[in-house]
């Protein structure tokens, strides 16, 4: 619920801590990838079903292996465009949630001092962010792969939606956590944060990809409030321990 929650002081964020600058600079980008996914979603999706069905060799049973592949296959690219949108989103615009998660802590906490810019800090945080992309990357795609697998038998994709939307929620969470832990952890110790705030990190990514559900819009303001809420989120927690 701390996740969740955090988006309604997110709301309130924009404005009280200057972030629309940052959510104009993001939004166009974001819109822009957005699109492109969407168009390339529409275009696989349309032949995927007509190719599973192609390959079933007999015309026994083949109705209902057309509306099996027809469900099949529309989860599937939807699912696979929603897991390249948001990592497409949360790496293209990481420059830009980086500089606005700083910002906003150092208006939360004027003890808080932001580390010294320099080239040598610039391709640090890239090979981080890359590093920490990759491996999620690697860990979401095979658990996706898993349960997609699973929902190609009749009644099974019922339950395997919802556990794939939850890991996909777990790793979004993660990736907007890393706006704010980048500055504070290295990569182990980033991985145990999440580890132990699995929930709410579930949480904030739930959100975020719930956004991006919303057509046009989602794109635009998903980035902006997701990572305002898990920098609001990260920084309350770590004030309480204080």
Partial sequence: MKGLLSYFKAFNGI??????KYFFMSGFISLLIAG???SASVYFGDGLG?????????DTGSGIIGNISDWTSGIAIFVLGLFLL???LLIIVSPIMSFMSD???RQMNHDYVSPKFSMATLISDLVRSLR?????LFKELLMTVGLLILSFFPGVAVFTTPLIFLVQAYYAGFGLLDYWMERHYRVSDSIGYVRDHRLDAVGLGAVYLGLLLIPIIGAVVAPVLGATA?????????????
């Fill in 15 to 20: 404005g009280k801590y200057g972030l629309w």
């Fill in 86 to 88: 948001k990592y497409l």
């Fill in 103 to 105: 910002s906003i802590e």
């Fill in 50 to 58: 007509d190719w599973i069905q192609s390959v079933y060799p007999w």
């Fill in 36 to 38: 492109a996914v969407t």
């Fill in 230 to 242: 898990a920098t609001i989120y990260a920084v309350e927690k770590k004030n309480s321990y204080n």
């Fill in 132 to 136: 920490i992309n990759l491996r999620n």
